[in-house]
Each structure stands twice: as structure tokens, then as C-alpha cells.
């Protein structure tokens, strides 16, 4: 494990190593942008730590997971082939999985607030609070996907 994931956390050897093969999964480093993944060693102890509070709800789907993987392939999720993986990761982020939904929201959350992403976005790699946003003022077409989406809650 790379030096920089925190050895008090509550995930097991066999859930941090089937944790990060998922994450690499689902949003993996790309040679041709010169983008990490989310496996990658800063990014992974960010969603360990930030999973931490999370842990027996994802423990749960990282064990799914493993079963799929068992069940279908043989040999532990992390020792499957990289497309293999992949495809398992797509099953997995689409489903109603205990924690599969938490797993991926993290994952997301911390990829996206690393510097080295937030850069490749052309963001100043900073927190959006306090400081915000630049938007344009009276544009009200950004709002558009959300007046799209409909109504979203019950009247009372």
C-alpha cells in the first residue's frame, strides 16, 4: 500500500485492496490526458478517509462484489483483469448495492477535488467556499436542467 493511505483505518488489507481496484475501475487514470485515477495514491487515501464513517455500509458492497467476482471469474476482484474489472465496476455503480452508491459518490467527490483534476478542468484548484463561482448575472438558462428535470417533490 502506498505510504500515503493511513494504516488506523477501519478497512481490512482484502477491503482497502478490493476498494482501490474498484475506484481504479470506475474512473481510471487515462495516459492520454495525463490524468490520474482515482486509485491513485493521494486521491485512494482521500476516499478511505472519507469512506471511513461509511465503512460496514460499503464492507458490504466490497463483499458483493467480491462474490461476483468469485462466482463469475474465480480468482478475487482485484486479481481480475483490468476490462474485467471494469465491467463488474459498471454493474456495480448502476445497482441498488448496499453502499455501492456511497462507494461511488465518494469516489467522485475526491477525485474531482484533486488538484491535479481540478486543474485539468481549467479550475483554479481551490474550495468554492467562500470565495464562489464566477457565473454570468441574470443567466437564467443555467438553470435549465433543472426546470427540465420536473417536479421532484410530493405537494402537501
Known amino acids: 500500500m502506498p505510504d ?37 495514491p493521494d486521491i485512494a487515501a ?8 461509511y465503512h460496514a455500509t460499503i464492507a458490504k458492497a466490497l463483499k458483493q462484489i467480491v462474490s461476483i467476482a468469485a462466482e463469475r471469474y474465480g480468482p478475487s476482484y482485484a486479481d481480475l483483469d483490468a476490462a474485467i474489472r471494469a465491467k463488474i465496476a459498471g454493474e456495480v455503480s448502476h445497482s441498488r448495492f448496499a453502499g455501492a452508491g456511497t462507494l461511488v459518490t465518494i469516489t467522485a ?40 428535470r420536473g417536479k421532484i417533490y410530493k405537494e402537501v
Do not use: N
Request: with cysteine; hydrophobic share 35%.
Open 46 to 53: 482521500d476516499i478511505l478517509a472519507t469512506a471511513r464513517p
Open 4 to 40: 500515503t493511505i493511513a494504516t488506523d483505518s477501519p478497512f481490512s488489507d482484502d477491503e482497502r485492496r478490493t476498494l482501490l481496484a474498484l475506484v481504479g475501475a470506475v474512473i481510471p487514470a487515462s495516459a492520454d490526458h495525463d490524468m490520474p485515477g482515482a486509485d491513485d
Open 109 to 148: 467527490q475526491c477525485y474531482y477535488r484533486d488538484d491535479r483534476v481540478m486543474r485539468s478542468l481549467g479550475m483554479e484548484p481551490r474550495a468554492p467556499y467562500p470565495d464562489g463561482f464566477d457565473i454570468p448575472h441574470g443567466d437564467w438558462s443555467l438553470l435549465d436542467p433543472v426546470r427540465q
